[in-house]
């Protein structure tokens, strides 16, 4: 019985469904964490009439023909780049993006990652680097003597020296940002990494060229809206459930036809 096969992949399908919510309940404070959508298909059809075939030498057409659906299969987990909110945190070093854009970290292999999360730190030489320690592209240096530390919205790095009465330009934070973000492939810690399917990443300072701006004292927030991903669950967890009474179904129909005598 088809009906077997066509529910097992629904219950397939409907597990990864709820892998997908799990993830974005347990990423809920992560910060600029993007939540993600589990996306699918119907599988191949099996023809048994074909719909547009000749049904009579008179050339009548068959308007409507028999297609026996296969199933479902996961087309993709789509990534949905939505803003989140942003939070107050009064730490000079914290920077959150209003609007497009990522920051770039430089990995230890030398590859580029991009990542919304802008909770910043000071290397032991005083580099801004990640969480991880991972330098922050372009590499700027904050002085030993910096007694006060601002970063603008269009990404100046200024610093207050002490005994100085001017502030001095540190460097300038760039943006990249993507025609296609989410074709960006997750790495973990935040960060992504570019793709065939992302496109090449342009940079730029931060508010020009559609790219967002920065606030300093503020770190996005995760774009998860836990109400929605609840409602998600239970009718993920609904539809398992009657996949598997088509299972139990089908069952109790292939008992009943071994019963006959």
Known sequence: MRSLSIAATGMLAQQLNVEVISNNIANMNTTGFKRQRAEF???LYQSQRRVGSTSSDS???VPAGVQIGLGVKTASVYTINEQGN??????????AISGSGYFQITLPTGETAYTRAG?????????LVSVDGYTVEPAITIPTNAVQITVNSSGQVLAQIAGQVAEQNLGQLTLANFANPAGLSPVGDNLFLETPASGTATSGNPGVTGLGTLLQGFLETSNVNTVSEI?????AQRA???NSKVIQTSDEMLSTINRLR
């Open 240 to 242: 398992y459930e009657m």
């Open 86 to 95: 942003l939070q107050s945190t009064e730490n000079p070093l914290d920077l």
């Open 231 to 235: 409602t998600n669950l239970i009718t």
């Open 119 to 127: 909770s910043f730190q000071l290397s032991p030489t005083g580099q």
């Open 41 to 43: 298909q119907d599988l």
């Open 59 to 61: 050339g009548t057409i």
